[in-house]
């Protein structure tokens, strides 16, 4: 009678399995059959022709009257950082030990400064891609676009312009005997400061008010763990607004304005035609 219930649940257990992998396999080819009709060649030509269009007329935004704006409020602030970045770097760090003094919980820096700080752009991006909606997916595209050269300006800038306003503050993980190059601006706001930007311009307080406390939250802790002065946060800052202003813009340029509608219409003798309303 054992054996015999030994077996039963035997065979049970390898049909089950047999179930499972089928079932593995069959959502296997389901997800293959999803992404052959997202990845087409036509869908790649036009992300790549979007991807160039919208590079293009970012940077043409760059040098518009809300860039100089955006300038002009973040150079004073700016100017103000270099003048206390010593006495600010003075309060976490001690120069004549090397070492960092007053340091922020080891979660709060995996939080705020390591990998994790990056989930919340990549989210928002891969959503945006994965949307049914079509507006959605666009401002997604346009995102991703601008991040990228925001992400390549602020990399081109730390390695071309060896100056002092570049030079990284002391830490006990940098070197007691040279100092290094490449911290203005700071990559990590720079990232946090566009996110929180474009989401505030595209979807309001509700979204720009949490990401931008927490752009502050990231800027606050590249300060405290040494990795770079409170100059080169502020510097960072700027350039992701900039940049930020800059995609939105874009953005902005390709959206139907709200009161325009734009749809296909049947007239009363069988003839397909464009039907385009705006209310005033």
């Known amino acids: 009678m054992k054996k015999s219930f030994l077996f039963l649940t035997s065979i049970i257990f390898l049909i089950h399995q047999n179930i499972s992998l089928a079932e593995q396999r069959e959502q296997k080819k389901t997800v293959i059959r999803s992404?052959?009709?997202?990845?087409?060649?036509?869908?790649?030509?036009?992300?790549?022709?979007?991807?160039?269009?919208?590079?293009?007329?970012?940077?043409?935004?760059?040098?518009?009257?809300?860039?100089?704006?955006?300038?002009?409020?973040?150079?004073?602030?700016?100017?103000?950082?270099?003048?206390?970045?010593?006495?600010?770097?003075?309060?976490?760090?001690?120069?004549?030990?090397?070492?960092?003094?007053?340091?922020?919980?080891?979660?709060?820096k995996t939080f705020l400064y390591d990998e994790v700080m990056s989930a919340p752009i990549v989210f928002s991006y891969v959503v945006g891609l994965l949307s049914e909606d079509a507006v959605t997916r666009r401002f997604a595209q346009i995102f991703g676009t601008g991040l990228v050269w925001a992400w390549a300006s602020k990399v081109f800038v730390k390695n071309v312009f060896k100056t002092d306003a570049n030079l990284r503050p002391g830490s006990a993980e940098f070197s007691h005997h040279q100092r290094t190059h490449g911290g203005n601006p700071s990559g990590h706001t720079t990232q946090a400061t566009y996110l929180a930007t474009m989401l505030w311009l595209y979807k309001g307080p509700k979204y720009g008010v949490p990401l931008s406390l927490?752009?502050?939250?990231?800027?606050?802790?590249?300060?405290?763990?040494?990795?770079?002065?409170?100059?080169?946060?502020?510097?960072?800052?700027?350039?992701?607004?900039?940049?930020?202003?800059?995609?939105?813009?874009?953005?902005?340029?390709?959206?139907?304005?709200?009161?325009?509608?734009v749809s296909l219409d049947v007239n009363n003798q069988a003839q397909l035609g464009l039907k385009i309303a705006y209310n005033f």
């Open 214 to 261: 927490y752009a502050t939250a990231i800027a606050g802790m590249s300060v405290a763990i040494n990795h770079h002065y409170l100059s080169q946060v502020i510097a960072g800052a700027g350039c992701g607004a900039l940049f930020g202003i800059a995609a939105y813009s874009v953005f902005s340029d390709w959206k139907l304005p709200e009161n325009l509608t």
């Open 35 to 108: 992404i052959k009709k997202v990845v087409t060649p036509q869908n790649v030509n036009n992300f790549l022709r979007n991807a160039y269009v919208d590079s293009y007329n970012i940077w043409k935004k760059i040098v518009s009257l809300d860039s100089m704006k955006v300038l002009t409020v973040v150079t004073p602030f700016y100017l103000i950082g270099r003048n206390s970045d010593a006495k600010v770097h003075s309060k976490f760090y001690d120069a004549s030990t090397h070492t960092n003094k007053h340091q922020p919980s080891k979660f709060l």
